[in-house]
């Protein structure tokens, strides 16, 4: 069955970078690409981008410009996104999620939370 | 970037009762394509987002029929025919026809 299986929670400080992994298995991997969404403590979702498999290409949202980047290990089937510059705000529960453009999400990985403080 | 917003914000619910959430889009969700990419996810306690619905109706492998949804254009609606306990949790639609993707705020449904 499909999966996405993501790495574990991480502490950061203000400044610093953080990379986080979603391993996926069970179906083929090029024909879907991985978004990234991210929930801050009670709060709703926030997509912040996406990676096409197949090609590599990425669309991060605006906010998130300059400091995001989502790369692909093929042999691993594997997605991984790191943000820099970390802020206090960056604070989040961080979910990969299996999407087939233009459509949403079909399936998402446990989640990672990433904690920023000083 | 497109606005999504949900009515009622909490849902308190007797069991075995309907349940009703609206969402309302601040642009059309058709997409060039034909089709109009709304989607429900349903997000219970401590746990990821469930997907539910995707295309306005369409159940997604395992959902329970109980859960429908509908509607076109702007106005959408998630119904659930007989709330069950493990229903608790908090609703969001979510729209992937215009880029960025946008989430509503979220609906919480909860037992009375």
């Known amino acids: 069955q499909v999966q996405l299986v993501q790495s574990g929670s991480e502490m950061g400080k203000p400044g610093a970078s953080v990379k986080v992994s979603c391993k996926t298995s069970g179906y083929t991997f090029s024909n879907y690409g991985i978004s990234w969404v991210r929930q801050a403590p009670g709060q709703g979702f926030e997509w912040m981008g996406w990676?096409?498999?197949?090609?590599?290409?990425?669309d991060y949202e605006r906010k998130f410009q300059g400091r995001l980047s989502m790369t692909i290990e093929r042999p691993t089937m594997t997605v991984y996104m790191e943000l820099r510059s970390l802020r206090l705000d960056d604070t989040a529960v961080y979910y990969c999620a299996r999407v087939r453009r233009p459509g949403g999400p079909d399936n998402w990985g446990q989640g990672t939370l990433i904690t920023v403080s000083a | 970037d497109i606005v999504m917003t949900q009515t009622p914000l909490a849902s308190p619910v007797t069991l075995g009762q309907p349940a009703s959430i609206a969402c309302r889009s601040s642009?059309?969700?058709?997409?060039?394509?034909?089709?109009?990419?709304l989607s429900w996810l349903q997000q219970r306690p401590g746990q990821p987002p469930r997907p539910l619905i995707y295309k306005i109706s369409n159940r997604f492998s395992g959902v329970p029929d109980r859960f429908s949804g509908s509607g076109a254009g702007t106005e959408f609606t998630l119904k659930i025919s007989r709330v069950e306990a493990e229903d608790v949790g908090v609703y969001y639609c979510?729209?992937?026809?215009?880029?960025?993707?946008?989430f509503g705020q979220g609906t919480r449904l909860e037992i009375k």
């Open positions: 979510m729209q992937a026809t215009q880029f960025p993707p946008t």
């Open positions: 990676i096409a498999v197949y090609n590599g290409h990425t």
């Open positions: 642009q059309s969700l058709v997409h060039s394509d034909g089709d109009t990419y």
